[in-house]
């Protein structure tokens, strides 16, 4: 301090040599220190990054305490907030509920409604995040019965909105829950736009829906309104060796599942008449090349499709013990030739 600049300058040339000796190893000081201090450094437990997040679950599986993150989380969803906050919470919350197990089973009932009510949300984004939220509450047994009164809300949405994430994100959660019977006449309502789904071009919504839909094709009382559900012309491309193998595989599983309610004692002492556009048309009508198809996939390169694909083909076969029905069964299902 009071010194002129010449005199600076002149201190800093005697100092020139001293610093140019002490840079290297005060360097290495100085970045040893900031690396300890950012060791030390902790985010605040508000932040949504993963690696809070994770950080949060390493810090619980050490100490054995609540580290409060849920409950923060689902508090601030109370709060007005805007579309974007409100999604980025909900995404968090998903987040927590998986790496967070102990603090995710003290929820309660009343969480399970408070994110259920996102599902009103007039943003999709909110929506799609609520049942991301709802899929991962759907792990942990004691939330089931109340998730599952989201069912039919779900549903709706599948149907009502064309969105291929939101198909996605409703659909797993709905794959995960065991549907009660009351929802039954909602599924039947949206049998269109789940066959809508499964002939669109998203892989992993086309997925999800054949899973829920292989699920569906087990209940008597809905295996009709599938079979009778309008399809595309071009339903049968779904079995094309082109396709992805996973979606081969569901779609194959899909077919099992149909040709065994076909083939019920209880399905076929009914007289079921089908539209002339139905998937029972397209998949086990006259005009149908399902057994084409089927050869096909048999030498298809996944083993995963070629067992399917035979698993198809004997279950396309007459069941051995319907007596007195077998002429009728055997004209009826001569999907192949005795040579194939």
């Known amino acids: 301090?009071?010194?002129?600049?010449?005199?600076?300058?002149?201190?800093?040339?005697?100092?020139?040599?001293?610093?140019?000796?002490?840079?290297?190893?005060?360097?290495?000081y100085l970045l040893y220190k900031a690396i300890k201090a950012g060791l030390k450094c902790k985010p605040p437990l508000c932040t949504a990054s993963p690696i809070c997040i994770a950080r949060l679950a390493i810090e619980r599986e050490r100490h054995g305490r609540d580290?409060?993150?849920?409950?923060?989380?689902?508090?601030?969803?109370?709060?007005?907030?805007?579309?974007?906050?409100?999604?980025?919470?909900?995404?968090?919350i998903t987040r927590c509920v998986y790496l967070l197990e102990?603090?995710?089973?003290?929820?309660?009932?009343?969480?399970?409604?408070?994110?259920?009510?996102?599902?009103?949300?007039?943003?999709?984004?909110?929506?799609?995040?609520?049942?991301?939220?709802l899929k991962a509450?759907?792990?942990?047994?004691?939330?089931?019965?109340?998730?599952?009164?989201h069912s039919i809300k779900v549903l709706e949405l599948i149907s009502t909105i064309?969105?291929?994430?939101?198909?996605?994100?409703?659909?797993?959660?709905?794959?995960?829950?065991?549907?009660?019977?009351?929802?039954?006449?909602?599924?039947?309502?949206?049998?269109p736009a789940l066959m809508e789904i499964v002939q669109s071009d998203y892989i992993l919504a086309q997925v999800q829906a054949l899973r829920l839909l292989s699920y569906l094709a087990q209940k008597n009382d809905l295996l009709y309104d599938i079979l009778n559900c309008q399809v595309h012309s071009n339903f049968l491309n779904l079995f094309q060796s082109t396709q992805p193998g996973s979606l081969l595989f569901e779609v194959l599983v899909f077919a099992e599942r149909l040709s065994e309610g076909l083939n019920a004692p209880h399905y076929r002492t009914v007289k079921w008449h089908y539209n002339e556009q139905s998937l029972h048309a397209a998949l086990?009508?006259?005009?149908?090349?399902?057994?084409?198809?089927?050869?096909?996939?048999?030498?298809?390169?996944?083993?995963?499709?070629?067992?399917?694909?035979?698993?198809?083909?004997?279950?396309?076969?007459?069941?051995?013990?319907?007596?007195?029905?077998?002429?009728?069964?055997?004209?009826?299902?001569?999907?192949?030739?005795?040579?194939?």
Not at 103 to 132: P, R
């Open 1 to 28: 301090m009071g010194k002129s600049v010449p005199q600076c300058l002149g201190h800093l040339d005697l100092r020139k040599s001293v610093v140019g000796l002490a840079t290297g190893a005060g360097a290495i």
């Open 67 to 92: 580290s409060g993150e849920l409950r923060r989380l689902l508090n601030s969803l109370e709060c007005k907030q805007d579309e974007y906050v409100r999604s980025m919470i909900l995404h968090s």
């Open 102 to 133: 102990a603090e995710a089973s003290a929820c309660t009932a009343d969480d399970i409604m408070l994110v259920g009510d996102m599902l009103d949300d007039k943003d999709n984004s909110v929506k799609i995040q609520a049942l991301n939220a």
């Open 137 to 149: 509450f759907s792990g942990i047994r004691k939330f089931r019965l109340k998730i599952q009164e």
């Open 162 to 191: 064309w969105d291929t994430e939101l198909h996605v994100a409703g659909l797993r959660l709905l794959n995960n829950l065991p549907l009660p019977d009351y929802v039954h006449p909602q599924l039947r309502r949206v049998m």
């Open 284 to 340: 086990f009508g006259d005009e149908s090349r399902l057994a084409d198809r089927l050869l096909a996939l048999v030498i298809h390169p996944e083993e995963e499709v070629q067992i399917q694909a035979c698993k198809v083909i004997v279950s396309l076969q007459c069941p051995q013990d319907l007596g007195p029905r077998q002429s009728s069964c055997q004209s009826s299902h001569s999907y192949f030739k005795s040579g194939e």
